[in-house]
Antibody, heavy 121, light 108 residues
Framework: QVQLVQSGGGVVQPGGSLRLSCVAS????????MHWVRQAPGKGLEWVAF????????SYGDSVKGRFTISRDNSKNTLFLQMNNLRAGDTAVYYCASNGESFYDQYFKHWGQGTLVTVSS | EIVLTQSPGTLSLSPGERATLFCRAS???????LAWYQQKPGQAPRLLIY???NRATGIPDRFSGTESGTDFTLTISRLEPEDFAVYHC?????????FGQGTKVEIK
């Protein structure tokens, strides 16, 4: 059974930093691309970042480029999102999600439970 | 970026009825790379359809997806009580991957 278990959310002041984690089990994590997707309160979904299965290729949404960094540790089946210089507009539930079967299948097959990040003074 | 517009915003139907949800792309979606997700309150989204018409593993066959040019449709043939939720479309043909704003299917 596939599981993506997230941790690391919380309340942070504007300009602060936070790191999210996502531990995978039940599938071969090291051969799948992984994403972060977020959802502001009462709003729709927004893709945030992607990393290829081996971390060799990464991409970001324009709203987080230069501030967020996606990474992974395949030896620990763990995905990370380092978020720096946080803004009020980054307040959202953040989800990790696995990629489809191939690199080009950039849909979100399995999802974590979500973790709330609140940026507020 | 490709803008996806979902309609209607809210669909009020009774169990057993047919639901038809629309997702229009601002430009052609490469290789039919469009997915649909279901999301219930307080839960993560769940993948229903990928490649415009392929059901994900474990998804009942009352869910189906079609494509016509830049218009995509998700049909639920007969609504079950557990189908009342918000549905999102997403394109993954052109980066950045984008979502529609969602359609809420509520009990009439």
């Amino acid at each position: 059974q596939v599981q993506l278990v997230q941790s690391g959310g919380g309340v942070v002041q504007p300009g602060g930093s936070l790191r999210l984690s996502c531990v995978a089990s039940g599938f071969n994590f090291r051969i799948y691309g992984m994403h972060w997707v977020r959802q502001a309160p009462g709003k729709g979904l927004e893709w945030v970042a992607f990393t290829r299965y081996d971390g060799s290729d990464k991409s970001y949404g324009d709203s987080v480029k230069g501030r967020f960094t996606i990474s992974r540790d395949n030896s620990k089946n763990t995905l990370f999102l380092q978020m720096n210089n946080l803004r009020a507009g980054d307040t959202a539930v953040y989800y990790c999600a696995s990629n489809g079967e191939s690199f080009y299948d950039q849909y979100f097959k399995h999802w974590g439970q979500g973790t709330l990040v609140t940026v507020s003074s | 970026e490709i803008v996806l517009t979902q309609s209607p915003g809210t669909l009020s139907l009774s169990p057993g009825e047919r639901a038809t949800l629309f997702c229009r792309a601002s430009q052609r979606v490469r290789s039919s790379y469009l997915a649909w997700y279901q999301q219930k309150p307080g839960q993560a989204p769940r993948l229903l359809i990928y490649g415009a018409s392929n059901r994900a593993t474990g998804i009942p066959d009352r869910f189906s997806g079609t494509e016509s040019g830049t218009d995509f449709t998700l049909t639920i043939s007969r609504l079950e009580p557990e189908d009342f939720a918000v549905y999102h479309c997403q394109q993954y043909g052109t980066s950045p991957w984008t979502f529609g704003q969602g359609t809420k299917v509520e009990i009439k």
